[in-house]
């Protein structure tokens, strides 16, 4: 009878939750990542790009999303960059970037925390997006026209009230 450890069983299961995302981005243009992470705020440095350049041990940024989110025909992108030395507890910092008509990018929404779409829209077609991090009582925003606003709390699914 072969066992397996809960610890293998997770890697297993995160690296192939991985693998799935990293597959759903296309193959992008070198000038195309470069314009992604520089709109990002991320920095050159030996071949890589680093969102956060302060921490003694940076680890590069990546590109965890290029799809269209809201349904206007161009893409979305989120960079995410890591590290407890700017991210605190939460270790990830992210970066919603939006194409725009003259075909640059702008950053729409960004900060501390593990960005999830969630299935419920706010205008113009936005997908509310979860914060994640460190607990369980998570902020979720809203795309009100200009900018992602706070407009709930939940957990798993349910409303929840944040310790504060």
């Not at 072969?2 to 997770?10: F, G, Q, T, V």
């Not at 350049?53 to 349904?71: H, M």
Request: charged residues 20%; proline residues 9%; contains cysteine.
């Amino acid at each position: 009878m072969m066992r397996i450890s809960i610890a293998a069983l997770s890697a297993l299961l995160i690296g192939s939750a991985l693998a799935d995302a990293q597959q759903a981005i296309p193959k992008l243009a070198p000038q195309e990542r470069s314009a992604l992470f520089k709109a990002a705020g991320a920095v050159p440095k030996a071949g890589k790009w680093y969102g956060c350049t302060d921490d003694p041990n940076p680890q590069p940024a990546t590109i965890d999303l290029y799809r269209d989110l809201n349904g206007d025909g161009k893409p979305e992108a989120i960079v995410s960059s890591y590290g407890s030395f700017c991210y605190g507890m939460t270790g990830q910092g992210y970066a919603l970037l939006s194409r725009q008509a003259n075909g640059s990018w702008r950053q729409i929404d960004g900060g501390s925390g593990i960005p999830e779409f969630l299935p419920t829209k706010g205008t113009g077609g936005w997908p509310d997006m979860s914060i994640g991090g460190p607990g369980f009582c998570f902020p979720v925003l809203r795309w009100n026209g200009r900018a992602y606003a706070l407009q709930r709390h939940q957990y798993e699914g349910r409303p929840c009230r944040p310790n504060r």
